[in-house]
């Protein structure tokens, strides 16, 4: 179901790519928006885990630092049939961890010492299997194709409010088309990038259920994974970390504090629409514990 709903909001995201370089520039439009936002972010892809580690300020630790995470970590890397990824450590003592890597073989997962402090060991586990979910269902590749066609909509966005500047689409003739033309671009221009924000979000969501189901899977304890998505969203709120918010959407509860408008905006589902998912994918399973 999570998949069937990114490949749509991916189809519309390109269709709306599309559009709008047509509308622009023909052909050559969508090809030069394109081909400039694949090469900025074709660099985010292949460095994406080092360049989230290191804004996340986070540290490798070796199996004689962490014997029993690494121990974690390796069980829950069996269960899922994916090669062992790279264990980090962020000393922070807001509760949360992510995942990240371009694909099974280079992957890292972190944790905070806040998340280590509040979770019991099953909890701990499950939040394993859902951040292994990301890295077996691909995520940072979704994540990267996503940002690459939102970046190409921006940057027609951004040529044509130039445009516009330079007088592009607002000659008049005598029958007002100037004007309508100037307003068309108005619009196109503002709703664009708006649009292209929230099918990225909604994207972003979906992927967030998505880790969810396939790590529930894993380690077939949904409730346990409820469990600790209940308390890391407590401790979030408590203490929310200062990370930049361009990873924000690694971790597995949204890092920062969020007022209302905020989480309309988030790139995180709401806790309760996930734990209820969970509770129900329990009683599937017919799990009780």
Known sequence: ?????????????????????????????????????LAMNLRTYWFSDRLALAMAGAHQVSEQDEPDLHRMVQEVADMARLPKPKVYVVQNDSPNAFATGRNPKHSAVAVTTGIMRILDREELKAVMAHELGHVRNRDILVSTIVATVAGAIMFLASIARWGLLFGFGGRRDNNGGGAISLVLWLVIIILAPIAAMLIRMAISRAREYGADETGAEISGRPLALASALRKLQ???????????????????????????????????????????????????MGVWG
């Open 1 to 37: 179901m999570n998949q069937a709903k990114t490949v749509l909001l991916l189809t519309l995201l390109t269709a709306l790519l599309l559009g709008l370089g047509w509308a622009f520039g023909g052909t050559m439009g969508i090809i030069i928006a394109f081909a400039f936002s």
């Open 234 to 284: 407590m401790g979030a709120n408590m203490r929310p970390m200062q990370v930049n918010e361009s990873i924000a959407h690694l971790y597995i509860v949204n890092p920062l504090r969020s007022d209302f408008v905020g989480n309309l905006f988030s790139t995180h589902p709401p806790i309760e629409d996930r734990i209820a998912r969970l509770e129900k994918m329990a009683q599937r």
